[in-house]
């Protein structure tokens, strides 16, 4: 039986579709470090030392060992790679957003 429409099109055109659906809905990683992805998505893409001076240090309760949600906010003995637990994170953030003061400019 001949059909209407071009199975092959059809495969490829649905393909896309998939990926697509998949990449927009796949779920959040449970961990991630402070690179260029994350900086975009959760803190403005602030840089790394904006982001340890207004955040990690102005807010000590998101420090891990105050029961927080990132690991190693700066380099100690302990560690030295920084890791953000990205749901408590992203709660944390949507709570503080407006106490956060994003346009804060680094020391001189």
């Known amino acids: 039986m001949e059909t209407l429409i071009n199975q092959d099109a059809f495969k490829e055109l649905f393909k896309q ?3 697509d659906f998949l990449q927009k809905n796949k779920p959040l990683p ?3 470090r402070l690179d260029k992805e994350t900086r975009d998505n959760l803190f ?11 955040i990690f240090d102005q807010y000590p309760e998101v420090d891990e060992l105050n029961g927080g949600w990132v ?3 700066r380099k100690t003995a302990n560690g030295k790679t920084t890791s953000i ?5 992203i709660e944390w953030l949507n ?3 407006y106490e956060i003061d994003w346009n804060a400019k680094m020391p001189s």
């Open 17 to 19: 579709e998939v990926h």
């Open 30 to 32: 449970r961990t991630a």
């Open 44 to 54: 403005h893409g602030k840089g790394n030392e904006w982001i340890r001076t207004f």
């Open 71 to 73: 690991l190693n906010p």
């Open 85 to 89: 637990l990205v749901k408590p994170a």
């Open 95 to 97: 709570k503080h957003e």
